[in-house]
């Protein structure tokens, strides 16, 4: 059973970067019937908040993703302390007594020889006498993993093979010396617990899966695939960030944007697939495959949502609009395919709609008033459809010798007060024969 998980931070609200690890392990379960996790990683007290968590949830449900399970890594500390004592136990997760400036020193004189600043292991020779004159001095330790310092390997879903050596890194703190988790020791113990099968995430964590690695195998865990995408960036290739609202997904809905854009947006840019209209999730889902996903930059160009949003309104079947119309008052079939060809965002079929029932100031150049004079008296007897305006503009350019431009501009100005606008053959049966003829006059 393929199972994943999403885990953000309640440290903020979504932006369209965070959409894409989201739904990208959305479609990937639902394309293989499997399991989605929203985890909260909410170990940070100092920044994680309810609210955020409430809003993280509600931008999800707004892109269409209904977790099966939710957890919090909150509730869930006596799993983190008990592989906390395992570890200890074993050997892997020692204490470290050195302070952030006596760190900061041994980096500095590890850069002044030209060596790396990897930590030293120091803390690896303290006595037991040692550690106890550090504890009655009132210092706390804090708690690293004892890497095994040699090159791990793993196949990326996304990268290919991948192989990370951790003798060049520093022993991770995995415990703070307030006694507070980091992130590594709570994820890579949810990941076992919740059973996870696929680690999907933004190529920034590439080089924390050595250490996590060698995490899972010292508490017996089965490792799971990974796969690291490349991350959303802005146009000119600057990170986004929720703390700053970086195209926020509360912005996104407030600003009228459809939900599916926004995921196909989220999904499909740094791709090799086209974007373009999807029906549903399920349809991208199917579409979608990790090969798919270049290992280039992934640049978001606010342009390109506006005309897929555009796109998906022109697409629309009546059935899908019909809620949103009902609750506005314009529950119209004949009106919505009228109308939607010219919608950027739904919100505009309130204003086009007033095209048809008003109010609308015709416009009439001094120069046309006679031209627009017979127009109105050839207009034909009702019942109109789609075919009455090319039968009447026909006739009317017979009896006037006008064509082209000369011919149809002057009538979209006086039925509509507009340069441009819906197709006159749609909007025409709407109008109505006695709308049409005051307009005219």
């Known amino acids: 059973m ?3 998980r ?3 931070s309640p440290t903020g609200r979504l932006h369209l970067g965070n959409a894409r690890p989201a739904l990208i392990n959305w479609l990937f379960a639902r394309a293989r019937s499997g399991t989605y996790i929203l985890r909260f990683d909410d170990t940070d007290t100092a920044r994680s908040t309810e609210e955020f968590a409430r809003g993280i949830a509600a931008d999800l449900s707004w892109l269409g993703i209904a977790p099966d399970l939710e957890v919090r890594q909150s509730d869930r500390t006596a799993l983190y302390d008990h592989a906390r004592d395992r570890l200890i136990a074993a ?3 020692y204490p470290a ?3 952030e400036e006596e760190l900061e020193i041994k980096r500095g004189r590890a850069r002044l020889l030209g060596r790396p600043p990897i930590y030293d292991r120091a803390a690896l020779a303290l006595t037991e006498a040692q550690k106890a004159k550090y504890e009655a001095e009132g210092r706390k330790p804090h708690w690293r993993f004892r890497l095994d310092g040699k090159p791990v390997h793993f196949d990326d879903l996304i990268k290919g093979p991948q192989t990370v050596n951790t003798a060049s890194m520093s022993d991770p703190v995995l415990i703070r010396a307030d006694g507070s988790y980091l992130y590594t020791l709570p994820s890579v113990v949810d990941d076992i617990d919740l059973g996870i099968t696929h680690v999907i995430r933004g190529e920034d964590h590439v080089s924390n899966t050595g250490t996590q690695i060698e ?6 865990g089965a490792v799971p695939f990974f796969a690291h995408h490349n991350l959303l960036t802005g146009a000119e290739g600057e990170g986004l960030s929720k703390r700053i609202g970086s195209l926020s997904l509360q912005e996104l809905r407030e600003a009228d944007y459809e939900p599916m854009a926004v995921a196909i947006m989220a999904v499909l840019t740094g791709t090799s697939l086209p974007v373009e209209p999807y029906a549903d999730l399920a349809a991208l889902g199917q579409a979608l495959d990790l090969g798919s996903i270049s290992h280039g930059p992934a640049r978001f160009d606010p342009a390109e949502l506006d005309s897929l949003n555009a796109r ?3 697409q629309m079947p009546y059935e899908m609009a019909k809620p949103r119309l009902a609750a506005i008052g314009r529950a119209s079939e004949p009106l919505w395919l009228a109308l939607r060809g010219n919608l950027k965002r739904f919100s505009d079929i309130a204003e086009l709609a007033t095209l048809i029932d008003g109010p609308v100031t015709p416009v009439v150049a001094a120069e046309d008033a006679e031209f627009l004079a017979l127009a109105r008296d050839l207009l034909p007897p009702e019942p109109w459809d789609e075919t009455t305006w090319g039968a009447w503009t026909a006739l009317v350019k017979q009896k006037s010798g006008r064509k082209g431009k000369e011919l149809f501009m002057p009538l979209r100005l006086a039925l509509t007060g507009r340069h441009d606008g819906p197709e ?3 909007l025409l049966p709407l109008l109505g024969r006695k709308a049409s ?4 006059s």
């Open 424 to 426: 006159l053959r749609s």
């Open 91 to 93: 050997g892997r997760l």
């Open 2 to 4: 393929t199972t994943v």
């Open 6 to 8: 999403y885990a953000p």
């Open 97 to 99: 007594f050195e302070t």
């Open 215 to 220: 995490i899972f195998e010292a508490l017996g």
């Open 312 to 314: 998906i309104l022109h």
């Open 437 to 440: 003829m005051a307009r005219l």
